[in-house]
């Protein structure tokens, strides 16, 4: 299939602004030469058929510029639009069964979870608001399909984030800025057994309805109670992304 060059796209562009600027000199300077003569000297004067084709000619000759001059940046308006009515379209099917308490997402779906970026993850959360001493807090992006941000407790010594589905699961996800938190796991109604989160060593507490997650992280100590299986939580756990605190 052949196109037009951009020296193709250029040579008619000149033609049309060459035509369009000797229309516009010829009319210009017809209007001199009637404007110099007296009304009575002009006997044969032009009918009204001839200058509503001649008024047409210069309307389409006007009309072809402007959509040479803009075709580019039509193309691109219209590009753009698309993508958006394409990312409005995917946030209003996907967004659905997380919409609460999650703005703006742009979501991927696997059959059995919610994949989401972590600028979006964030939504929900204060962060221009972090107490003095945090400069950064933890966000999860990954989440089981249909959970969704309840609530978010930003304290000075800790930031508790609560999830919740529509089948009554929850995930809260508490952590601190500092390693030397003492974490208590009651291991008397529930059994703990050793594991790592990222190559960091972890501890869970399972007791068959709950199950508890604790490690530590560059400085940061982390406790995840959910009542999800212990795989899905270690998968929530291991997406815990850091994000800064925004400058104001």
Same mark, same amino acid.
């Given at each position: 299939?052949?196109?037009?060059?951009?020296?193709?796209?250029?040579?008619? @562009? &000149?033609?049309?602004?060459? +035509?369009? !600027?000797?229309?516009?000199? $010829?009319?210009?300077?017809?209007?001199?030469?009637?404007? %110099?003569?007296?009304?009575?000297?002009?006997?044969?004067?032009?009918?009204?058929?001839?200058?509503?084709?001649?008024?047409?000619?210069?309307?389409?000759?006007?009309?072809? @510029? &402007?959509?040479?001059?803009? +075709?580019? !940046?039509?193309?691109?308006? $219209?590009?753009?639009?698309?993508?958006?009515?394409?990312? %409005?379209?995917?946030?209003?099917?996907?967004?659905?069964?997380?919409?609460?308490?999650?703005?703006?997402?742009?979501?991927?779906?696997?059959?059995?979870?919610?994949?989401?970026?972590?600028?979006?993850?964030?939504?929900?959360?204060?962060?221009?608001?972090?107490?003095?001493?945090?400069?950064?807090?933890?966000?999860?992006?990954?989440?089981?399909?249909?959970?969704?941000?309840?609530?978010?407790?930003?304290?000075?010594?800790?930031?508790?984030?609560?999830?919740?589905?529509?089948?009554?699961?929850?995930?809260?996800?508490?952590?601190?800025?500092?390693?030397?938190?003492?974490?208590?796991?009651?291991?008397?109604?529930?059994?703990?057994?050793?594991?790592?989160?990222?190559?960091?060593?972890?501890?869970?507490?399972?007791?068959?309805?709950?199950?508890?997650?604790?490690?530590?992280?560059?400085?940061?100590?982390?406790?995840?109670?959910?009542?999800?299986?212990?795989?899905?939580?270690?998968?929530?756990?291991?997406?815990?992304?850091?994000?800064?605190?925004?400058?104001?």
């Amino acid at each position: 299939m052949s196109g037009k060059g951009p020296s193709s796209f250029d040579d008619e @562009l &000149f033609d049309l602004m060459l +035509r369009h !600027a000797v229309i516009e000199s $010829a009319q210009a300077q017809a209007q001199q030469v009637m404007d %110099a003569a007296p009304a009575a000297e002009d006997p044969f004067p032009p009918s009204e058929r001839y200058l509503r084709r001649i008024e047409r000619a210069h309307r389409r000759q006007k009309r072809a @510029l &402007f959509v040479q001059l803009h +075709r580019r !940046a039509l193309k691109t308006a $219209a590009s753009v639009l698309l993508v958006l009515f394409g990312l %409005a379209a995917t946030s209003f099917v996907t967004v659905s069964a997380v919409r609460a308490g999650f703005l703006n997402f742009l979501l991927g779906e696997a059959s059995d979870h919610t994949k989401v970026m972590l600028s979006d993850a964030a939504e929900g959360y204060d962060l221009a608001n972090l107490p003095e001493g945090w400069d950064a807090i933890y966000i999860p992006t990954y989440l089981p399909e249909g959970f969704q941000l309840d609530k978010v407790t930003i304290g000075k010594e800790a930031v508790i984030a609560q999830y919740i589905d529509g089948k009554n699961r929850y995930i809260t996800i508490t952590q601190w800025n500092r390693p030397d938190v003492s974490i208590f796991l009651d291991n008397e109604h529930g059994q703990l057994q050793p594991h790592t989160v990222n190559d960091n060593a972890a501890l869970i507490r399972s007791d068959g309805t709950d199950t508890s997650i604790a490690w530590t992280k560059d400085d940061y100590s982390f406790l995840v109670m959910s009542s999800l299986s212990q795989n899905d939580l270690l998968n929530t756990c291991e997406s815990l992304k850091k994000y800064e605190k925004e400058l104001s």
